[in-house]
């Protein structure tokens, strides 16, 4: 296993080599704001102790999390496309089991509790975020998806979902219906593809935040 000060050194250098996949994205959805979507039922009743941007291990304890194993990067944006320096983002998402990190959460007598389950990670200068984490999967009711919140000086917590691209289940998602906006789903809808230079089948995707709001000089 990878020790914690190095995981977290070889994380915070992938955020730079991030920056190239998906940025015709970014460009092609500047001005497309980010739905807001809920939260849920499920943010964490009680925080983890390790809330880093990798989700596969908590502290140095041994085992990882079973899963697809996914770089998920992004940039947060305001509405002229700049980034937003000192964001911090959030994530959570059910494991492979369908269970999360919430006392009420169905099926949580599997949860695998080498999974963090939830991760925040502050922009820098480039408005960038990374995380590694698993590809979501579905449970009763829901699509895969994953649950993200925004938090910048100033200004309102922002909650919105990321989904699947290609997934069967998308169409029958209600909350994923609720978008009306076809531009809008698809933006909040994104490839997980093989990542480069992975020989390991590692998946990458890349979901960029279009704030409703132009940051205060």
Known sequence: MIPLTHRRRFLARMVFGSLVLGASRTQAARRLLTPMQTEGP?????LPLDTDNDLLFINDSPGSALGEVTWLSGRILDTKGKPVRGATVEIWQCDRNGAYLHTQSGNRERRDTHFQGFGRFVTDSSGEYLFRTIKPVPYPGRTPHIHFAVKSKGR????TQCYVRGEPGNAGDAIWKSVTDAR???SMTVPF????????GELAARFDIILGFTPEA
Not at 156 to 159: A, Y
Not at 193 to 200: C, D, E, K, Y
């Open 42 to 46: 499920f943010y964490p009743d009680h």
């Open 156 to 159: 309102e917590r922002f909650t």
């Open 184 to 186: 809008q789903r698809d």
């Open 193 to 200: 593809q093989p990542a480069q230079r992975s020989g390991t």
